[in-house]
């Protein structure tokens, strides 16, 4: 529309009046009256209004001035036409005003939301606020949280506590195996992370307990809210040819939840973490150590570097999985999660091990080419019914796995040896909640079987003194069997008086494990079974009776949680090769109290004390030869191992979520009395372990802290984090009575700067050093050792739609004998962003570095690894949206 | 024939399609969302205790003729809530568990009409929904020549003495819409910020937003309401939700609750409730 107002001015002066009255009209360019416009006066250049009045629905206005100036502004606004405004003597006047339509230009201001903030018992984090445009994933958000800790395994902590439930809009899709979601969720679909403390998440125990663990919420935004979400990656890069492509869908309605995905690189990015549980949850009775895969023999690749995985993973890795979540009309809610992961790795290293004894060391070295493949599929079929009239769950897993690894052993011996390592897991646990009366019963029933038929193939032969008369021979193989079926059922009571709890556990136990092993050696062309002394056939059944009573005292936020339980153990062993049985009968208290003080909504105390009493597992009791891996040969013709543990520990929690302040120390000191000393023996090439009765005392020390500030105004992130870990034990080394002593301390700062709009910072600095001593020996195995590790990340934003980033790592380790190590590791890459998608270049390694030495030590074994590390590559990726 | 009688159906569909056009036009301009100020609000709900503040936040929609006025909190909770009921979360669930999606947030909504100054009130007490019309009782301002600037804005101190409430406003010409949080109305620009004199209560604008492009979040609109009521009636059922939830549910829903063991209906303290509308 044309641009024009016109203003007809008839100015009429009433000198004679005391009080001034303007009045008109006002109206748009076709003469209609406009109501509700505002007309005020105020003095010559200041904004300040003296008086106002507005328009009525003929268009007219009268306004009184009471101002003595000789000249006054008049001001005629209204949304939709362009606004009036002229000077006028400060007299008694008619003004009409013909305002021309004007589109009003009103002014946006949009506040961020607060970063962090707190509701209730609840934690908020805006995710708007930390994320950046180099995030992908809601898990790079949940990583860089103050007060959260995220460790290699994707286990999350807050404030030093491992959170209890991680939900996807107050759905638990996953439970222990969250890191899907963090790996899979872009962090634009979630409007905030919700840390909820003393959550329950059994409706009918709600008023009854609460648990002392968090649960984390990732909260959607509408934009992650019913609808299928597509999203991929395809990867292509050199050298040699490499791979990473991906296809994920996700569904998040209130009633229905999916995510699945197939995901394929041989980057070196490791996919096996995707599937890790972190949440163990001791759902059935007491001791849920029955279900955890056992194994007897190995192929020695225990020992870890400091560098990422990422770094010397050579890897050609498909993972696969879909996770459904239905909710049905009765609350009832039914998930089945299931994965295939199809892993293969090589890798080569190059080990320098030292067996430290109190007069001499043995060393051994070795050229150790490693191949292993992975085939594993895992399924979980979970119905939950969570009422407040009543619980129920019934988790069904099955799991299974087979797995196959080579290693080509170079050097002193060139050797091959080939373990095939299947796993078989079938389990249900049934849980039940009724209330009846103010008390609440509980029927938790669980059932596990699982078998691992190993086997394990050395080329040529090994320890020929053993096993051939010191004839040297072809191969021997070694084959081991365990089976373990569990069962464990409890019934159990809650009741309240005045605001304390008790709850009454009644349940009995059932394990069972059958373990069988034999040799056969093929010498000249012809396969020998060997004889008894290199066979195992036992029968292990412990049947366990408990009584458990907890009791919570409860005063406003303060708890005291008593538990006494109570059990009689039996054990029957028996040997089918020696044709003998020994059952033993105990009868154990185990108490436990922790006490959570919280003076003040900011500090919270716990203090804590548990014992356990343990019998140890048949493995450690085989009294026909077990060769554990090329060098290892195992005998414990040994009494059942007992162990009995007291923990103490003490813990400070700070949170102050409005300052951004989190920090915790945590101390734990615990003492062990075991029956059973561990005689290790080493000769050139080979060790032997054996138990032998002699009741001895182990020691260990922890000492964890964190504190963790935020700074809001320049979105900066700093953490500083210090670890101490102390053990002391005794041990027949070389037919030696010793005691190992080894202490680490770590010191761990993390700065992460958001502030600038072209630029984030990001830098992590490590500082180890761990010192292990054999008495009374008083050479200590390795000296000291030293690492120290730095990196730097910068993410550049250039453009809009253009960023780039470098990331430098320092690492320098070194020890007393060997000379200083030092490496220098870069990547860089850049990222445009076209609409929704993404294309991304990486270069990794530029440096090129070949190979990277490691030392670390573990009680009187000192290892130096130099391992092949990935060569330069590059990378494009191309990630897009559907 | 045919093809007289074929013109003649042909113009009357062009004039319909035209007529539906207009009215679809002009519906349009009327309903056009043209200004969105969001603000942060604090209510004392026991006159005698300072820390019984509770924090909402509520949307005034502007629109070409007329405002919204609601809790954001509260319609956006009965919009999930309604949501997940219809799919497939059960009912009972859903209203048993309802601060699940809401707190004590204001359930009333306001619609004042620029032209007329009449003011709709909409309010839904449990799962009854409850209105009103009436003239609008527009606040007589004194303007002081304080200024302070809010969200960037240049404001303009006025006072008011409105409801039983003295006020302290805070408005900018900047944006000349002649109104603001809940019945404050009549200053020459938008209202920003209100505190009463006794610090109970406060509104602070914390957003303004020109043209928003966001879905209206208002569960219930004013002409959805079937039950019309009274100004004192409404009043006095709000007061008794408030303070006497028992004695509430008796009289609309006719549900009592009794004690299982002894028969006799459960008594509880009543509550304190201090509205902002002291007027009888």
Not at chain 1, 854 to 874: H, L
Request: proline fraction near 4%; charged fraction near 20%; glycine fraction near 4%.
């Amino acid at each position: 529309m044309k641009l024009f107002f016109l203003i007809l001015v008839l100015p009429i002066c009433f000198n004679s009046f005391a009080q001034n009255i303007i009045s008109g009209k006002i109206s748009d360019t076709i003469g209609q009256p406009i109501t509700g416009a505002n007309i005020t006066l105020s003095k010559k250049y200041q904004p300040q209004i003296l008086s106002f009045t507005f328009s009525d629905s003929k268009g007219a206005y009268s306004l009184k001035c009471v101002n003595s100036l000789d000249s006054i502004e008049i001001n005629v606004t209204v949304v939709g036409y362009a606004s009036t405004k002229m000077m006028i003597l400060n007299l008694p006047q008619v003004l009409n005003f013909i305002l021309t339509e004007k589109e009003t230009i009103l002014p946006t201001v949009v506040v961020k939301p607060i970063p962090i903030f707190n509701k209730g018992d609840t934690t908020i984090y805006n995710v708007s606020s930390f994320s950046n445009k180099q995030d992908r994933l809601i898990g790079d958000i949940i990583a860089k949280l103050p007060g959260i800790e995220m460790d290699g395994n994707g286990q999350i902590k807050y404030n030093g506590k491992a959170i209890s439930n991680y939900y996807i809009d107050g759905l638990d899709l996953l439970e222990g195996k969250y890191n899907i979601a963090n790996q899979s969720i872009p962090y634009d679909l979630v409007d905030q992370i919700q840390l909820i403390d003393n959550h329950q998440p059994i409706k009918v125990l709600d008023s009854f307990t609460t648990p002392i663990t968090p649960a984390l919420n990732i909260k959607l935004n509408d934009k992650g809210k019913n609808r299928l979400i597509g999203k991929g990656k395809v990867g292509i890069g050199l050298t040699p040819t490499l791979l990473d492509n991906e296809l994920t869908f996700l569904k998040f309605k209130s009633n229905v939840q999916l995510i699945s995905s197939y995901k394929y690189n041989n980057t070196g990015l490791s996919l096996t973490n995707e599937l890790n549980n972190n949440i163990s949850i001791k759902q059935v009775g007491n001791n849920s150590e029955q279900n955890t895969k056992d194994d007897i023999l190995n192929t020695i690749t225990d020992f870890k570097t400091s560098l990422p995985l990422s770094r010397t993973l050579f890897n050609q890795t498909h993972l696969a999985y879909f996770n459904i979540l239905k909710l049905f009309k009765n609350t009832g809610e039914l998930k089945i999660n299931l994965s295939f992961l199809n892993d293969n790795t090589t890798s080569t290293e190059i080990t320098n091990t030292t067996f430290y004894t109190s007069f001499n060391t043995i060393n051994q070295r070795q050229i150790q080419k490693d191949n292993s493949n992975l085939n594993q599929l895992s399924s979980n079929f979970i119905y939950t019914l969570n009422k407040k009239q009543f619980y129920i769950k019934n988790t069904g897993k099955v799991q299974l796995s087979y797995s196959k690894e080579k290693s080509i052993i170079s050097d002193t011996n060139n050797l091959t040896q080939k373990l095939s390592n299947p796993f078989y897991q079938y389990s249900n646990d049934f849980l039940l909640y009724v209330p009846i009366k103010k008390k609440i019963y509980s029927i938790a029933s669980s059932f596990n079987y699982n078998e691992a038929p190993q086997m394990l193939e050395v080329v040529p032969g090994q320890f020929s003194q053993v096993f051939n008369s010191a004839f040297p021979f072809e191969k021997i193989s070694q084959y081991a069997t365990l089976d373990n079926f569990n069962t464990n059922n409890n019934i159990s009571f809650f009741s309240r008086f005045g605001k304390n709890q008790l709850q009454l556990k009644f349940g009995s136990e059932y394990v069972n494990k059958v373990i069988n092993t034999s040799i056969q050696k093929t010498y000249l062309q012809t396969k020998y079974n060997l004889n008894d002394s290199f066979q195992n056939n036992l029968n292990w059944k412990n049947s366990r009776i408990y009584f458990v009573s907890d009791i919570t005292f409860k005063e406003k936020k303060k708890k005291l949680i008593l538990s006494i339980p109570a059990e009689f153990s039996h054990v029957s062993l028996l040997d089918k090769i020696k044709k003998y049985e020994t059952k033993i009968s105990n009868f154990f208290v185990n108490p436990s109290v922790v006490l959570v003080l919280p003076s003040s909504s900011n500090f919270e105390t716990q203090l804590s004390y548990n014992s356990q009493s343990t019998f140890g597992s048949p493995a450690q009791l085989t009294s026909g030869l077990i060769l554990n891996s090329y060098r290892n040969i195992n005998q414990y013709d040994s009494l059942v191992p007992k162990t009995l543990q007291h923990i103490y520990s003490l813990s400070e929690f700070y949170k102050n979520p409005i300052k951004a302040i989190f920090g915790y120390l945590t101390f734990s000191y615990s003492k062990s009395r075991k029956n059973l000393i561990t005689k290790e023996t080493y000769y050139n090439f080979y060790s032997k372990a054996e138990s032998i009765e002699y009741t001895n005392n182990q020691f260990s020390f922890q000492l964890n802290t964190n504190l963790t500030k935020y700074f809001i105004p320049i979105k900066t992130n700093v953490s500083l984090s210090y670890s101490l870990n102390a053990i002391s034990f005794p041990q027949y080394l070389q037919n030696n009575f010793v005691t190992i002593k080894s202490i680490s301390n770590n010191v761990q700062l993390n700065i992460l700067i958001s502030k600038f709009k072209k630029a984030n910072f990001t830098s992590n600095s490590l500082f180890f050093i761990s010192k292990n001593e054999i008495s009374p020996n008083s050479s200590s195995p390795s000296g000291k050792i030293y690492r120290l590790q730095q990196s730097l990340k910068v993410f550049y934003f250039l453009f809009k739609n253009f960023s780039c980033f470098s990331n430098m790592s320092y690492y320098v380790t070194r020890d007393n004998e060997l000379v200083a190590k030092n490496y220098l590791f870069w990547d860089a890459g850049a990222k445009f962003s076209i609409k929704k998608n993404d294309i991304e270049f990486q270069l990794t390694n530029l440096t090129n570095t070949k190979y990277f030495t490691s030392i670390s030590a573990k009680n009187n074994v000192k290892q130096i690894i130099t391992q092949e590390i990935r060569p330069r590559n590059f990378l494009i990726k191309y990630f897009f949206n559907f | 024939m045919p093809n007289f009688s074929k013109n003649i159906r042909m113009k009357k569909n062009i004039i319909s399609i035209l007529f539906l056009l207009s009215v679809l036009a002009v519906f349009s301009q009327k309903n056009e969302f043209k200004y969105l100020c969001k603000f942060k609000c604090a209510f004392q709900r026991d006159s005698l205790n300072p820390q019984s503040k509770f924090t909402d936040i509520m949307y005034l929609n502007i629109f070409l003729n007329y405002s919204e006025y609601y809790s954001f909190l509260r319609q956006t909770g009965l919009k999930n809530m309604y949501s997940d009921m219809t799919g497939g979360v059960p009912l009972q669930n859903a209203s048993k568990d309802r601060s699940r999606y809401y707190d004590k947030n204001e359930s009333e909504v306001l619609t004042y009409d620029f032209k007329t100054k009449n003011l709709k009130v909409v309010d839904m007490l449990t799962s009854s929904t409850f209105c009103y019309e009436e003239k609008h009782q527009e606040p007589l301002w004194d303007i002081k020549q304080d200024t302070m600037s809010i969200l960037n804005q240049l404001c303009q101190k006025a006072i008011t003495t409105y409801k039983g409430r003295s006020y302290i406003a805070w408005f900018t010409n900047a944006i000349p819409y002649n109104i603001g949080p809940w019945q404050f109305t009549g200053l020459p620009g938008l209202i920003l910020k209100v505190t009463d004199t006794q610090n109970q209560f406060e509104f602070e604008c914390i957003e303004l937003i020109n043209s928003p492009k966001i879905e209206n979040p208002i569960f219930f609109m004013y002409n959805d309401c079937k039950k019309t009521i009274t100004k004192n009636r409404l009043k006095d059922l709000k007061k008794l939700k408030a303070t006497d939830y028992m004695e509430f549910a008796r009289q609309t829903m006719g549900v009592s609750v009794t004690d299982q063991k002894t028969g006799l209906e459960i008594k509880k303290p009543i509550k304190p409730y201090n509205p902002l509308d002291l007027t009888n």
